[in-house]
């Protein structure tokens, strides 16, 4: 499988970016899709997750009331819908898929075994 993820750019604090992923693999089955994030000097962190067959959603604390993760499984596309940015958002973004997560892993960058290139996000205060 092969991700394409895009959208990422400068913004002012408050803003919002819609990030977009796009994978390879028309028969998507089970596969989830992630997004994740790392920061300069930090780890890889998770940011929220989608099941592409039943729609189930999961969101990183820090997020939680500010992004929202949607799929459009026509075109096998996960998007990343981020409100009300923050300076603390400024990250690589990354997008991740695997179809045979079960939800407790969804968080978990080392269990997913696709990677997009990422997208880099620059939330200025």
């Known amino acids: 499988v092969q991700l394409q993820a895009s959208g990422g750019g400068p913004v002012q604090a408050g803003g919002s970016l819609r990030l977009s992923c796009v994978a390879s693999?028309?028969?998507?089955?089970?596969?989830?899709m992630g997004w994740f994030r790392q920061a300069p000097g930090k780890e890889r962190e998770f940011v929220a997750a989608?099941?592409?067959?039943?729609?189930?959603?999961a969101y990183a604390d820090s997020v939680k009331g500010r992004f929202t993760i949607s799929r459009d499984t026509a075109k096998v596309t996960v998007y990343l819908q981020m409100n009300s940015l923050k300076p603390e958002d400024t990250a690589v973004y990354y997008c991740?898929?695997?179809?045979?997560?079960?939800?407790?892993?969804?968080?978990?960058?080392?269990?997913?075994?696709?990677w997009g290139q990422g997208t880099l996000v620059t939330v200025s205060s």
């Open positions: 989608i099941n592409l067959s039943g729609g189930a959603t």
């Open positions: 693999e028309r028969n998507f089955g089970r596969m989830v």
């Open positions: 991740a898929s695997d179809s045979t997560l079960i939800r407790s892993s969804w968080s978990n960058p080392s269990a997913y075994d696709h």
